[in-house]
């Protein structure tokens, strides 16, 4: 074991710093419609798939390493997802990004995807099939069938990491589930953790920090509620670039608490590009904007903005509208198309019911209840959430039953309140990132990562390494 560590640990060290990696864009005809026979035949579609085959060492069996894309275009994943590159080469892996149905450019009825009936099949079930005859494909291509396949993923991506182990573990050996809150599907959590975890990471900063923001908020209320007035000060100070009315306000509320979310999420030790620039470390830095000021409603514009208007930011003004889309899930479903696909996941089969009270988190209060959303959802797509379905079909609590998962969490990420924190078995373990943020292990190595990431990688090499090693005795790289 300790020679094992030394051998990676020099490893790590010496592969070069792989950003802007390059990869083939692919298409793959996939199938529309795995489960039903007679509603679509053979219709197929084009899914998006990124591929990079210059470690493959075909002749050694070398494992295909395959995150299994989530939310967002897979280039997104792509850039943020370095750890994969980093350890190819040791591992003489061939590395492919799969991109989920209904996003990016993987539209299974091009503009009309989702109109109508077409977002029935926007399902967590279709897109697992899709993985697996995807990577089966991909086995054929470079005759490695014998190849193990390592999945990836983090955060609904983790999730599906885990669940392509659950469900085809004829063809995954083994998957990392990075800040994975596996227990979204189960009846065991508290939604109102969500938010007080956003909070904790403010206090952490500075005890006086998550105090002020819920100060803010307050004066930011009152404000709002005196009328017009108020309303047209907030517009001001928080560079709006129309007036607000009451709705408009209302929407705002949200838009700000949606830039907390991820401030807290990518609270990252070096600056980044996720979805917006961030400095390092942005929690801290907003935190400098809170204490020490008297114009509380300045600081909690000053981060609305860092967020918002990003670190090379060219925003003359903010849309309020534009930057922040509403829906099922409070915690933001994105912009775009990729929303609308969220939003219906959001009301189908991923429940995230979080609520606010301000005493125990520092937002303003929202009850956001079931009725609400399965009234929400009915209207919109005439969906009704199926929890009971999801729970049952994708295990909910009862991860256990699984083998060669690791889930790991990053501590500071909001979303650990949904992780699977504790080991469930020897072959299905958990790893926790005390000073991370969402996924951070994920990432590619950098000079200022913590000692506990670096630890966390080094456990998901060693433990990948004895999955392939299970399939295929492999060659030390
Ligand atoms: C990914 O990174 C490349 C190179 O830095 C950049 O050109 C591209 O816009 C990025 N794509 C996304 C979706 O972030
Ligand atoms: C918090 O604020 C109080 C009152 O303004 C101040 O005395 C105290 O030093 C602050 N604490 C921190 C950690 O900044
Ligand atoms: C409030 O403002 C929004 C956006 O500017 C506008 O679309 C909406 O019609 C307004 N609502 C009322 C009641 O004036
Ligand atoms: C956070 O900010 C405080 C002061 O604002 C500073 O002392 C501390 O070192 C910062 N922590 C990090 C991790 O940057
Ligand atoms: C966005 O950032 C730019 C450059 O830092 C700045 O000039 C501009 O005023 C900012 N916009 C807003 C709305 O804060
Ligand atoms: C765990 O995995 C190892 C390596 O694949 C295997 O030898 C062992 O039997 C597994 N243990 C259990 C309890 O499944």
């Known amino acids: 074991m300790m020679k094992?560590?030394?051998?990676?640990?020099?490893?790590?060290?010496?592969?070069?710093?792989?950003s802007d990696v390059p990869y083939k864009e692919?298409?793959?005809?996939?199938?529309?419609?795995?489960?039903n026979p007679l509603s679509y035949g053979e219709k197929k579609f084009k899914q998006r798939y990124l591929l990079q085959d210059q470690w493959f060492d075909v002749v050694d069996r070398g494992p295909i390493l395959f995150y299994t894309g989530n939310e967002l275009p897979i280039t997104t994943f792509w850039n943020n997802t370095g750890f994969m590159f980093d350890i190819a080469p040791q591992f003489g892996a061939l590395v492919v990004f799969a991109e989920h149905r209904f996003y990016g450019k993987s539209l299974p009825f091009g503009d009309d995807s989702?109109?109508?009936?077409?977002?029935?099949?926007?399902?967590?079930?279709?897109a697992l099939a899709d993985y697996s005859l995807l990577i089966n494909s991909i086995k054929?291509?470079?005759n490695a069938g014998k190849s193990a396949v390592i999945t990836f993923g983090g955060s609904y991506g983790g999730m599906l990491s885990a669940y392509m182990r659950f469900k085809y573990p004829n063809l995954v050996d083994g998957a990392i589930a990075a800040s994975a809150p596996m227990y979204l599907l189960s009846n065991v959590i508290d939604p109102s953790q969500f938010f007080v975890r956003v909070t904790a990471d403010f206090k952490q900063s500075n005890t006086n920090c998550s105090a002020n923001i819920r100060k803010a908020f307050n004066i930011m209320d009152g404000m709002a509620k005196s009328g017009d007035t108020g309303l047209n000060m907030l517009s001001e100070k928080f560079m709006l670039c129309s007036k607000l009315n009451e709705t408009g306000y209302n929407h705002m509320v949200r838009w700000i608490t949606n830039a907390f979310v991820s401030l807290a999420m990518f609270n990252y030790p070096y600056p980044t590009n996720f979805l917006s620039g961030l400095p390092a470390?942005?929690?801290n830095k907003s935190c400098g904007f809170m204490v020490n000021t008297d114009d509380l409603l300045k600081g909690l514009a000053q981060i609305t903005a860092m967020f918002y208007n990003g670190t090379n930011g060219k925003l003359p003004c903010f849309d309020i509208w534009e930057e922040y889309v509403e829906c099922a899930d409070p915690s933001g479903c994105g912009l775009g198309p990729d929303s609308i696909a969220w939003d219906i996941q959001a009301c189908s089969e991923i429940r995230m019911l979080?609520?606010?009270?301000?005493v125990q988190d520092m937002f303003l209060p929202i009850d956001y209840t079931a009725k609400m959303r399965n009234d929400y959802c009915k209207s919109k797509y005439g969906l009704v959430p199926r929890d009971k379905w999801a729970s049952l079909n994708l295990?909910?609590?009862?991860?256990s039953p699984g083998s060669n998962i690791l889930f790991s969490n990053g501590f500071k990420d909001p979303w650990a309140f949904a992780g699977v924190l504790h080991d469930l078995g020897p072959n299905l373990t958990s790893i926790i990132i005390h000073n991370g943020a969402h996924q951070l292990d994920l990432r590619g190595h950098n000079v200022n990562d913590p000692p506990d990431v670096i630890k966390a990688r080094n456990?998901?090499?060693?433990?990948?390494?004895?999955?392939?090693?299970?399939?295929?005795?492999?060659?030390?790289?």
């Open 140 to 142: 054929q291509r470079y």
């Open 114 to 126: 989702f109109k109508g009936n077409n977002i029935g099949l926007l399902t967590i079930e279709q």
């Open 354 to 358: 979080f609520t606010t009270d301000g």
């Open 26 to 35: 692919l298409y793959f005809e996939q199938t529309v419609d795995h489960f």
């Open 395 to 399: 295990w909910g609590f009862d991860v």
């Open 4 to 18: 094992l560590c030394q051998i990676l640990l020099v490893c790590l060290v010496y592969s070069s710093a792989l």
């Open 281 to 283: 470390f942005p929690v």
């Open 459 to 477: 456990l998901e090499i060693s433990t990948i390494r004895q999955w392939i090693n299970a399939v295929f005795p492999i060659k030390l790289r």
